[in-house]
């Protein structure tokens, strides 16, 4: 697959808000769960930003490059097999 960098740039800008808003809304789900259980975390009732996922470590570079190279994939369409 062969794309202009922009447009490669705009399907992985695309692909990253996408996996944002899932975690947002999985994070959402475990937040009123936790809330209605009762839940306490270090004493104090549970947070929000206590289940949403934050990314302190640095990553690795091999690690990233994977991880576009499947989010690009993700986005490419499937070639079309010619019959014989």
Not at 50 to 75: H, I, S
């Amino acid at each position: 697959m062969q794309c202009h960098p922009e447009q490669a740039n705009q399907y992985f800008e695309t692909w990253k808000r996408k996996q944002e808003r899932e975690q947002a809304r999985t994070a959402a789900l475990q937040h009123i769960i936790a809330v209605s259980g009762g839940v306490k975390i270090n004493g104090r009732a549970a947070k929000f930003e206590d289940f949403m996922r934050t990314e302190k470590k640095k990553k690795n570079p091999k690690l990233a490059e994977a991880q576009l190279k499947v989010a690009l994939l993700a986005f490419a369409k499937p070639e079309k097999k010619e019959s014989t």
